[in-house]
């Protein structure tokens, strides 16, 4: 699969390389971003960070860096992950706490939608958080998407369990909101 490279105003979205890693450690690393992501190690070292690029590569996920326009600079990084059988995607992202509060996830997000719905022909991209994530939950409402439940204590992350809230728009009512801005 093609990895994108999108333009926003205040961001550029390119694919991982390996020149990545001396950024990406730190930022992925911090306990606060690995706490509010799924598939995050943590303590996370220079290998995981070379197995993560390695992988973006042929997993048939789209992974892209989040670079900051201004100066080039890593601040996160965004990506789906495809079910083309049923041609829905889940949105994933994460911010450098550095970075929190400026408005880049969703920035990025909002230029991932329309990849996954013009570029991949979804029907469907859904996302989830940890309950306590609540920032999360506020970057998805603003993309368009409608809160459609919790996961009553559906992962298991450090040893305590905890609640997902599930988020999803559709194709449909995407380009009803693009029509209507």
């Known amino acids: ?84 059988a049923h041609q829905r995607a889940e949105l994933g992202y994460w911010i450098g706490v550095p970075y929190w509060g400026n408005g880049y996830a969703t920035e990025a997000a909002k230029a991932m939608v329309p990849y996954g719905f013009e570029t991949l022909k979804l029907h469907r991209i859904t996302a989830t958080h940890a309950k306590q994530n609540a920032a999360s939950g506020r970057i998805l409402v603003k993309l368009g998407m409608r809160h459609e439940g919790c996961l009553r204590e559906h992962i298991c992350k450090w040893g305590e369990f905890l609640d997902l809230e599930c988020y999803g728009i559709l194709r449909h009512e995407w380009q009803s909101l693009q029509q209507s801005q």
């Open 1 to 84: 699969m093609i990895i994108p490279q999108i333009e926003t105003t205040r961001l550029k979205l390119r694919p991982y390389t390996e020149d990545d890693i001396p950024e990406l450690v730190p930022l992925v690393g911090a306990r606060e971003v690995a706490a509010m992501t799924l598939r995050i190690a943590h303590p996370y070292n220079e290998q995981h960070a070379r197995d993560f690029i390695a992988k973006t590569r042929d997993d048939g996920e789209i992974r892209v860096a989040i670079i900051l326009a201004s100066n080039g600079r890593m601040c996160g990084g965004v990506g789906l992950r495809p079910d083309t």
